[in-house]
């Protein structure tokens, strides 16, 4: 793993919480965004309640609306916001991996 010179911050407005397609994406801490390499890590906050999970990029997407972030069903229970499905986030760059 390398870590960033710097840590890049982004606040975001929403992000979208990925169904239960399969058990991988039910247990693990993964999301999909659209241009970040694979195997980076980002810290993710729920701005609503404060609540934090470190994921890690192993797909593409959203395609959907102005979101940017999709998280697995596990990732959403940790923030707390499976239910909700869409939560103001932000993330922060921990590693990127090339």
Same mark, same amino acid.
């Given at each position: 793993?390398?870590?960033? #010179? ?33 195997? @980076?890590?980002? *810290? $993710? @906050? #729920?701005?609503?309640?404060? *609540?934090?999970?470190?994921?890690? !990029? ?7 609306? #102005?979101? #940017? ?7 959403? !229970? ?8 869409? $939560?103001?986030? @932000?993330?922060?760059?921990? $590693?990127?991996?090339?």
């Amino acid at each position: 793993m390398r870590s960033q #010179n710097s840590r890049i911050k982004q606040s975001r407005s929403k992000k979208w919480i990925l169904p239960k397609y399969s058990e991988t994406c039910a247990v693990a801490l993964t999301a999909a965004h659209p241009s970040l390499p694979f195997d @980076t890590y980002l *810290k $993710v @906050t #729920n701005q609503q309640n404060g *609540k934090s999970v470190v994921v890690r !990029i192993n797909d593409r997407g959203p395609y959907f609306g #102005n979101r #940017n972030l999709d998280l697995s069903h596990a990732a959403a !229970i940790a923030l707390n916001s499976d239910e909700a499905g869409i $939560v103001p986030i @932000t993330a922060t760059v921990l $590693v990127v991996n090339n």
